[in-house]
């Protein structure tokens, strides 16, 4: 799934037609946040499926009643519609539990730090120029657009210095996609265009999700997992880690990813390998790395997840820095 920030004043604007924009491409989420800086009336929002919004409690509102009455989270089903209330759940975790079911969502105002970590697009009062970036503005009708490329797809591990760095949501998050001064200025086609370039937000959910859909499923009995995630100690007396970071250089890294995929795809009675592992900062307790593996068997199934890890941290460029309570050090570097 990918994911995108839409702040600034007209930002609920812009979500409503980007999300419809996106929708024809595939399933759109929408997670709103503090409307506050959008310059718009605060509104109740829900597309019958796959929005998640922040909600205040209100008169004759059942899901309000519910959780003021004590339920950890509620749901209103109605004639193939649902909307849903509850508490304790970032917009990180958001982002998770949509991420198996769309193929992009749309962030509206997310909060400064989950912004920073999320290619975004920026709407502001008027141009750096004066424009208001309507027809008649600037030559570019009132945008400006920038993005990380990372490194090219051939570029070599071995003589290119220094990997992409990472971010939260990916090692191409954080990039401005787009800036202008109101939402009907900005190229949906361009923003498309940029964002399919970043990297994904994916879960095991969100991996087996695609499994499932194999069309080797019907001859499938098994799906076996693995999932990698930051460990505080080695034992008792080790030093306390507090979160690890990732590099790799992009394109390279999935290349040769998708190419060990490929050749395990190829045993007896395995029909589909799926890999991902995050980059940037992840902290002690969050998960890393995955692998899930479709197979007809839980034998081969079983063998294969475990040589896909196994393949994958000895073939794969991508470097780790660990920080601990003590020291930090690029663990490639330690004897």
């Known amino acids: ?20 924009f996106l929708a024809e491409y595939g399933r759109v989420s929408v997670i709103t946040g503090d409307r506050r800086s959008s310059g718009e009336d605060d509104e109740t929002t829900t597309d019958g499926g796959a929005a998640v919004t ?3 409690p209100g008169e004759g509102d059942d899901l309000e009643a519910y ?4 339920a950890a989270s509620v749901y209103e089903l109605n004639a193939g519609n649902w ?43 008027r141009m750096a120029d004066g424009s208001d970036g309507k027809s008649g503005g600037d030559p570019d009708g009132g945008r400006e657009r920038s993005s990380n490329a990372g490194v090219a797809a051939d570029a070599d591990p071995e003589t290119s ?12 998050g954080g990039a401005v996609l787009a800036t202008a001064a109101n939402p009907e ?15 994904p937000v994916e879960t095991i959910e969100s991996l ?19 999932t990698g995630r930051v460990r505080a100690q080695e034992d008792v007396n080790d030093t306390p880690t507090e979160y690890l970071e990732f590099e790799k250089y992009e394109g390279v890294a999935e290349q040769r990813m998708a190419a060990i995929s490929t050749e395990l795809e190829e045993r007896d009675g395995v029909h589909e390998v799926l890999m991902h592992h995050r980059s940037g900062r992840i902290e002690y307790g969050e998960d890393i790395v995955f692998v899930v593996v479709l197979a007809g068997h839980r034998g081969e199934a079983f063998r294969t997840v ?6 994958l941290k000895a073939e794969v460029p991508i470097f780790k820095k660990e920080v601990t309570v003590d020291e930090q050090f690029w663990v490639h570097d330690r004897p």
């Open 306 to 311: 475990e040589d896909g890890i196994d393949r």
């Open 54 to 56: 922040e909600t205040t």
């Open 208 to 226: 087996v999700e695609r499994a499932k859909s194999s069309p080797r499923a019907p001859e499938s009995g098994a799906i076996a997992t693995f």
């Open 67 to 70: 959780r003021s009455a004590g």
């Open 161 to 172: 210095p220094n990997p992409e760095p990472g971010s939260e949501f990916g090692s191409a």
């Open 185 to 199: 200025a900005i190229d949906l086609d361009e923003v498309r265009d940029t964002l399919e370039a970043t990297e």
């Open 1 to 20: 799934m990918y994911p995108i920030g839409v702040v600034g004043p007209g930002s609920k604007r812009l979500t409503k037609r980007l999300t419809e």
């Open 83 to 125: 909307r849903a209330a509850g508490g304790g759940m970032t917009e990180r975790e958001a982002l998770y539990a949509v991420a198996p079911a769309c193929e992009f969502c749309v962030v509206e105002n997310p909060p400064d730090a989950v912004s920073e970590g999320l290619s975004r697009i920026v709407l502001r009062d």
